[in-house]
């Protein structure tokens, strides 16, 4: 019932009331019409509720298929098609059908409410969203409310129709890899790059003096009568190219915004830098590391090996609970407002009872209790916990906090710190933990690794500083066995989106300026200590081409030193 | 954005602004009707009328439906004289159906508002002349034939005016079945219109104990599983609460406690390390 139904009815017997006793006919005669059409309009609104609601089915369609799992590349349109259809009876009018979007997605064109004003027994709707970033996209179902036309009494339902979205990172189809402009005689074969060290290739490296030993096809003959002396030629040689690509795995790069976090940027970079060596024929493998373990997939070929490395790039992106904590009211709001969409049945009154205490005295903590109570409720039946569990979880803080987590990440929306700024983000260094684990991988990967390899290291190590010392035995000693080591610095852009108004008040100018010439210094200091160590840093921001990066991945292909960059 | 759903779309009842407008014409007749019996009421002073009139108007535009009948029952319970004649029966019953008119068609509009976003009339004038300046072809040719016809409007009208007949005829018969009977309250030593209450109240009562039993009955064997499950755990709950919590609350404690205790033995075996080795 809602108060504008209360009021009229109190107001109905309160006036029949005194009418019947001043014998006013007039006035009894209206409040007990408006009494009876209260009466009326709510049976009316429980055969509404027991018959339309309980027969409503939800259809949904992505990009025009319906199963109950599909995969989105970011960034890519999604198409959304919500077919509503009551098997009893017409959906009436006045019903707000809401499909609820999962917040990974936008919604771009279109709504995702549909409010029905005209009887039909289908009702469609349809809608265009985006992915923001990768990760996991679950559609729960549609919230169904509805209320009768005067507004009296409303119902809300939550119809569940799960489809569950996989959204790999985007990533920049690269064409040709090679060079347009012919420098080399002969063609390699598909997948195998010329490197300059002595070998048996096509490709002319140097002349020589002739040593005993060498093939005496080699022998330059021409070269050898002008000098007077043997001299034979050496090739270069031709090997295959594998690329490791290293990227952080931290609760630190998921921080931000939606499709501006770190990770996000990490896995648009690394999927290109994939997707281009795997099209250049290079085989491509994938290093995920943490504070506390490395893990990958094995370097390979095709798009078998592409697709398995986008599926992990997107389980990065993928929120995860947060460490351990308190039991805070944020949480609470946060589980609350989830079963308020998704259960709300469950938190009627009439079956979430909760037990009669005075305790606590204060209004509002007695209000909080009351609403701790009936969310215990809930994790109690959907995690099938005994009766006693009820009672643990509304005084265990520990307890109800795990539970909550769970559910709000069975729910689609996990629990995670509050979204920072993107700068804030950024300047939340690395651990040395984290490189500690990166020196490591890189170990094992060189330790099964053959002649060329190539290290791509994506990770934001600008406030790395001295800790950057950790990994420098290990890239110096990839070094030294012929390997190449790139770093691939991703940097968030954080003023560009908040302070370009006009509106941007002078501090905030100030700090921008400030906080750019510290990034900058950051940029510097981390070229250098790279270029100490023997390696390449390229940096990368969102929105920069991958392209950059690409070239000078192609030029490193070469072993030739990139100008400038070095 | 392309509607998947041809026929909805060229359906001009799927237009929202259609059902506001509808709903003001609908309140305003019935809003000017009440008004027209109000001004020429003669048992209220004029000053009376015009401020009466003046608070119809400012409940109309802005307030709710409970508010229009609360100032009308003050109307009629300041107004009216008791035992009325026939022809201001006669009168007091046209008011009362407009009333219930007005009422009805209000918490349409506010209804319809609320769903639709558009709050005032000001905003619905708006929109109208948007929907005027940029005219959809088909909502256009569709909206043109219905009015043309006229059959929206009179369909609401109708049905409104039925509906309303339906709930005073029903109102009327209960009042005709507890008529003024002065034998029976002297017998148990109340007054006539004391009596009537009782009884009114009584039937009014079991209506309201039927409504809440029957449909109870009905939506407890409708529960879903996890309602059910809710349900059976917050009734044991209930009973053994302060058993469970005292349980719960102890082993809280202990816990707390055994945890105090370790940290201050790793407290103590640090400071002892330390000393051992200083």
Request: hydrophobic share 45%; aromatic share 6%.
């Amino acid at each position: 019932m809602t108060p504008r139904s209360v009021f009229l009815l109190v107001l109905g017997i309160a006036g029949a009331a005194l009418g019947l006793l001043r014998n006013q006919s007039g006035l009894v005669l209206l409040s007990l019409t408006v009494i009876l059409w209260i009466v009326a309009e709510w049976a009316r609104f429980q055969w509404r509720v027991n018959t339309e609601l309980a027969s409503l089915t939800v259809r949904r369609t992505m990009n025009d298929k319906g199963d109950s799992t599909g995969v989105v590349f970011s960034g890519s349109p999604l198409r959304i098609a919500v077919k509503v259809a009551c098997s009893r009876g017409q959906v009436r009018p006045f019903t707000r059908i809401r499909d609820v979007v999962p917040e990974i997605l936008q919604v771009e064109q279109g709504s995702s409410v549909r409010l029905v004003t005209v009887a039909d027994q289908l009702i469609l709707f349809d809608y265009v969203c985006r992915p923001l970033a990768a990760g996991t996209a679950t559609f729960p179902g549609c919230r169904v409310r509805i209320q009768d036309p005067y507004g009296f009494f409303i119902a809300d339902r939550f119809v569940v129709q799960r489809q569950t979205l996989r959204i790999l990172p985007e990533h920049e189809v690269s064409g040709n890899a090679h060079s347009q402009i012919k420098r080399i005689n002969a063609l390699p074969q598909h997948g195998i790059h010329q490197l300059q060290r002595a070998g048996l290739g096509s490709e002319l490296l140097e002349i020589r003096q002739y040593v005993p030993g060498d093939p005496p096809k080699s022998i330059a003959w021409k070269v050898s009568a002008r000098r007077d002396q043997l001299m034979t030629r050496e090739y270069e040689s031709d090997v295959p190219i594998r690329t490791v690509i290293f990227v952080e795995e931290t609760r630190r790069v998921q921080r931000g915004p939606w499709g501006q976090r770190q990770c996000d940027l990490s896995a648009r970079v690394a999927a290109g830098i994939s997707q281009a060596a795997l099209a250049a024929g290079d085989l491509a493998g994938l290093v995920l590391f943490s504070e506390s373990a490395t893990r990958g997939i094995i370097p390979g070929w095709g798009d078998r090996t592409l697709y398995h490395i986008l599926e992990r790039l997107a389980d990065t992106c993928t929120m995860n609970a947060g460490p351990r904590g308190r039991w805070t009211p944020q949480l609470q709001a946060a589980l609350l407002t989830v079963c308020q969409e998704r259960w709300p049945e469950l938190l009627s009154v009439q079956v979430n009872r909760v037990p009669l205490t005075v305790f606590p005295l204060l209004p509002w903590k007695h209000r909080a209790r009351i609403v701790r109570s009936r969310l215990a409720g809930i994790v109690c039946q959907l995690h099938g916990l005994k009766a006693s569990d009820w009672v643990r979880l509304v005084h265990d803080d520990e307890f109800m906090r795990q539970h909550a987590i769970h559910l709000l990440s069975e729910a689609g929306c996990p629990a995670t710190p509050p979204l920072l700024d993107e700068s804030a983000a950024a300047e939340v260094p690395i651990d040395p933990r984290s490189l500690t684990q990166l020196a490591v991988g890189i170990r094992q990967s060189f330790g099964r690794a053959r002649d060329n390899e190539r290290f791509i290291i994506v990770a934001d190590l600008l406030h790395a500083d001295e800790s950057l010392d950790a990994i420098r035995p290990a890239v110096q000693l990839a070094l030294a066995r012929h390997h190449r080591v790139v770093f691939v610095c991703p940097l968030l852009n954080p003023a560009a989106a908040k302070h370009s108004g006009d509106d941007a008040s002078r501090l905030t100018k100030l700090l921008r300026e400030a906080w750019s010439a510290d990034r900058e210094n950051r940029q510097a200091d981390l070229r250098r200590r790279v270029r100490t160590m023997g390696a390449t840093i390229a940096f990368t921001a969102a929105g920069h081409p991958i392209s950059l990066v690409l070239a000078q991945l192609q030029r490193k292909r070469r072993g030739r030193a990139i100008a400038g960059v070095h | 954005m392309p509607q998947t759903d041809g026929n909805q779309a060229s359906d001009p009842r799927h237009d929202p602004l259609m059902l506001r407008k509808q709903q003001y014409a609908l309140t305003m007749i019935a809003v000017a009707a009440l008004l027209m019996i109000q001004l020429q009421n003669p048992w209220i002073p004029t000053a009376m009328r015009v401020i009466f009139v003046a608070a119809v108007l400012l409940g109309f535009l802005r307030w709710s439906a409970a508010i229009l009948l609360a100032l009308i029952q003050l109307d009629l319970l300041l107004g009216e004289p008791p035992r009325a004649e026939s022809a201001q029966q006669v009168l007091c019953m046209v008011t009362s159906f407009l009333t219930i008119v007005l009422i009805m068609t209000v918490s349409r509009l506010r209804s319809a508002q609320e769903l639709t976003g558009v709050r005032t009339i000001r905003q619905l004038l708006r929109s109208t002349l948007f929907s005027l300046l940029n005219p959809d072809p088909d909502l256009q040719s569709a909206h043109d034939a219905r009015n043309s016809q006229g059959l929206v409007s009179g369909a609401a009208v109708f049905r409104t005016c039925t509906k309303v007949l339906i709930l005073m005829l029903a109102a009327g018969t209960l009042l005709l079945l507890f008529p003024e009977d002065t034998g029976s309250g002297r017998q148990l030593g109340l007054t006539s219109p004391a009596l009537r209450v009782i009884q009114i109240g009584l039937v009014l009562f079991t209506l309201y104990f039927a409504c809440l039993v029957l449909p109870g009955e009905f939506r407890w064997r409708r529960l879903t599983r996890h309602q059910a499950g809710i349900y059976l755990r917050s009734l044991y709950v209930g009973w053994a609460h302060r058993d469970l919590r005292m349980i719960v609350r102890h082993r809280l404690r202990r816990r707390r406690r055994n945890a105090r205790l370790r940290r201050r033995d790793a407290r103590k075996n640090a400071d002892a390390t330390l000393k051992e080795t200083s």
